[in-house]
């Protein structure tokens, strides 16, 4: 009994393990890999911050213990310069060096900035809702919902905003994450390095289908992606004003949905869009 307890108190902390694979940490793209590289050069920096807090507060703490009589604590106060430059300088420096990166970086992995690339990016129009993404490819004439797709290794540029509450939009192995609101459009530049299926997801909560709000990522190669096309155009459905009246409805889906063809100006009717069914609707079912 005593042997199986401390096998699973051994095993309990790498429970948590593979929620790492799903994270930047397992950087998938140019973008998550700079992020991460910032964070873990930023931890390292910060190490000398908390290490002597950590090292010393033991140390001191068994010092001057009740019970060590040898050792009390008597401070003589008086003014001390290199005591007040060690107090000083180091934390001002950490702070210049951080505030220094963290400028440059911020700059840098700005989502409205475009991504280096020989190659033209791929265009996405998403729109949020309850509780699904939509994915409208202007340039290709095709949508899907609960499926973003693109080739790797290729940038992808999204326009984002939302028909209903404001939703966050987060593909954590690939980049940043970003707010998309009703009335106004929101941008984000994402690439992966190689192909491979990614878990995109909503972090804003919208209601009770918040955590099944959830699509599937599909960077492809250049013939996987057009072969993608091909399917989505094939399936003779067309994602007009009533569609998308109908995809608005709060619900989840089992599976992805492709559209064949795309009303023209559709994206730009959302932004404008008066109706408040969608917002009133997600307002009474918290009533």
């Known amino acids: 009994m005593v042997a199986r307890m401390l096998a699973a108190g051994t095993l309990l902390p790498l429970g948590g393990c593979g929620v790492l694979d799903h994270g930047f940490l397992n950087a998938a793209g140019p973008v998550a890999d700079e992020t991460r590289s910032l964070f873990l050069l930023v931890c390292f920096i910060l190490i ?5 807090v950590l090292v010393l507060t033991p140390i001191f703490a068994w010092h001057y213990r009740l019970a060590n009589t040898k050792s009390a604590y008597r401070p003589q106060w008086g003014f001390n310069w290199p005591l007040e430059g060690l107090i000083w300088i180091p934390p001002a420096l950490i702070v210049v060096v951080l505030a220094v990166l963290l400028w440059r970086d911020t700059h840098r992995l ?8 020989a190659q033209a990016p791929v265009e996405v129009q998403a ?3 309850d509780w699904k993404w939509l994915f409208i490819y202007p340039d290709e004439g095709v949508a899907s919902v609960d499926e973003l797709v693109f080739p790797a290794e ?11 509450v404001m939703q966050s939009f987060f593909v954590p192995r690939l980049g940043g994450q970003i707010y998309a609101m009703a009335g106004m459009t929101t941008q984000l530049n994402l690439a992966a ?11 804003q909560f919208n209601g009770i289908g918040f955590q099944n709000q959830k699509f599937a990522v599909l960077a492809q ?5 057009a072969a993608w096309l091909a399917q989505a155009r094939a ?3 067309t994602l007009d004003r009533h569609a998308f009246k109908t995809l608005s409805a709060r619900s989840t889906l089992a599976e992805p949905i492709r559209f064949g063809s795309v009303a023209p100006g559709l994206f730009p009717a959302i932004l404008t869009l008066d109706n408040p069914g969608p917002h009133a ?3 009474q079912g918290h009533r």
Not at 110 to 117: E, G, H, I, M
Not at 221 to 225: E, H, L, V
Request: net charge neutral; aromatic share 8%; proline share 10%.
């Open 154 to 164: 290729r940038p992808v540029h999204l326009s984002l905003t939302s028909g209903t």
């Open 127 to 129: 729109v949020a809702l």
């Open 110 to 117: 700005d989502p409205y900035r475009p991504l280096a690339s």
């Open 221 to 225: 190669t250049a013939d996987g992606y």
């Open 48 to 52: 000398f911050v908390a290490g002597p």
């Open 281 to 283: 609707g997600h307002a």
């Open 235 to 237: 399936s003779g459905k």
């Open 193 to 203: 390095s190689e192909p491979g299926r990614f878990l995109g997801e909503n972090t």
